[in-house]
């Protein structure tokens, strides 16, 4: 089923036919793009949740300018940034207290592969700022276009360019340190 189809139903009265039918087809993507922002499963699922409650309470707001899947990329970007910046903020803890409360719960995550380089390529993206782990996984796991990232993120696709590429950087970077 098409969006259009989708919005269709929603306007049509058909609200709750029209929520399930984005949950199914739109979650397995959300969940993944939250989980590579956040690294913890738990994490991603409660923001996945946040994100759909919020779809709920707003999907009569919406107006149709971008695509449905731009919308709810952009609200469950904006709930990890969110979280992520709370976490920081609430457990007062510094950059590298932070990242390595980041790095055991990595590490004890049964999910993720135990494989020295990607374990490298988990923590140098923990320790992003949370703007650029949104652009660096939408991009690099993702592959999405900056122009779609433009969009969900609301900022110009040449900015995300900018901060894509220091975001690289810093990967880098840091998996040459940890790797070395």
Known sequence: ???SDILELFRGGERQQAF??????YSEGLYWH????????????DLLQNTWLRVWNSLDTFRGDSRLYTWLYRIATNEAITFLNRSRQRAMLSLSSYT???YSKI?????LSADRIQLALQHA????????????????????PYEEMAEILEVSASSLKASYHHA??????SMKEELD
Do not use: G, W
């Open 100 to 102: 390595r409360e980041v």
């Open 125 to 144: 993206i923990a320790k992003l700022p949370p703007r650029q782990k949104a652009v660096f996984t939408m991009r690099y796991y993702d592959e999405m």
């Open 34 to 45: 939250l989980r590579s922002m956040v690294q913890c499963h738990v994490d991603a699922d």
């Open 20 to 25: 399930n039918l984005m949950i199914r087809r």
């Open 107 to 111: 590490a004890e995550d049964d999910n």
């Open 168 to 173: 690289r950087e810093k990967v880098e970077q």
């Open 1 to 3: 089923m098409e969006e």
